[in-house]
């Protein structure tokens, strides 16, 4: 399927073809976050749940019982989060609707342990999905990548189980037969 030419922004959801090889990110939803032709794009796996509790990997965060996911290959060390807060979390960053990326952890830490956040309105990723300048243009350009405009649901409102094929469903026509496609075309 071609796609029209598309410049990679904070926002646009990037949904893996349906026989992307590449285990880290087949059939995956990434939200790209961050994007400079000088530096680069970032972006997080929306729907790759690591089967890990935020309390059972942070010590500071041991009353936070929500999963934990898995934000991409790069930098696995690092601990990333998007929320719903906006500027009631200092430093954060607006990502689309009413996404916002990061902001000030020991904030967030403090008024989670207080009640005063809800754990469900921030998403915990460890590591991040990174591109070199000029990457994830390429790869787009080579048909690797599906996109679509990012809607704050699909961070927050539907299961990540479901999230790959809702997505191709909401862009319709072609897109929705995609999500009968078998993930090894050697199947069919």
Same mark, same amino acid.
């Given at each position: 399927?071609? /796609?029209t030419a598309i410049i990679p922004a904070p926002g646009l959801i990037l949904l893996s073809e349906p026989f992307m090889a590449d285990p880290h990110f087949k059939r995956t939803v990434v939200l790209l976050c961050e994007h400079s032709?000088?530096?680069?794009?970032?972006?997080?796996?929306?729907?790759?749940?690591?089967?890990? !509790?935020?309390?059972?990997?942070?010590? $500071?965060?041991?009353?936070?019982?929500?999963?934990?996911?898995?934000?991409?290959?790069?930098?696995?060390?690092?601990? =990333?989060?998007? =929320?719903?807060? +906006?500027?009631?979390?200092?430093?954060?960053? =607006?990502?689309?609707?009413?996404?916002?990326?990061?902001?000030?952890?020991?904030?967030?830490?403090?008024?989670?342990?207080? +009640?005063?956040?809800?754990? !469900?309105?921030?998403?915990?990723?460890?590591?991040?999905?990174?591109? @070199?300048?000029?990457?994830?243009?390429?790869?787009? !350009?080579?048909?690797?990548?599906?996109?679509? @405009?990012? !809607?704050?649901?699909?961070?927050?409102?539907?299961?990540?189980?479901?999230?790959? @094929?809702?997505?191709?469903? $909401?862009?319709?026509?072609?897109?929705?037969?995609?999500? =009968?496609?078998? /993930?090894?075309? @050697?199947?069919?």
């Amino acid at each position: 399927m071609t /796609e029209t030419a598309i410049i990679p922004a904070p926002g646009l959801i990037l949904l893996s073809e349906p026989f992307m090889a590449d285990p880290h990110f087949k059939r995956t939803v990434v939200l790209l976050c961050e994007h400079s032709d000088d530096d680069g794009t970032v972006g997080f796996v929306l729907n790759r749940p690591l089967g890990m !509790k935020v309390c059972d990997t942070l010590v $500071d965060m041991d009353m936070v019982d929500s999963e934990l996911f898995y934000g991409g290959p790069v930098a696995q060390d690092t601990m =990333h989060y998007l =929320h719903t807060y +906006g500027s009631a979390v200092e430093d954060s960053l =607006h990502i689309m609707d009413n996404i916002y990326w990061g902001g000030n952890f020991e904030q967030i830490t403090e008024q989670l342990n207080l +009640g005063i956040l809800d754990p !469900k309105q921030i998403k915990f990723f460890l590591g991040y999905s990174g591109w @070199s300048p000029g990457q994830l243009g390429d790869e787009l !350009k080579e048909n690797s990548w599906l996109t679509a @405009s990012g !809607k704050g649901q699909y961070v927050f409102g539907i299961p990540e189980a479901s999230l790959w @094929s809702k997505i191709l469903q $909401d862009k319709g026509g072609r897109y929705a037969e995609v999500i =009968h496609y078998p /993930e090894d075309p @050697s199947l069919n």
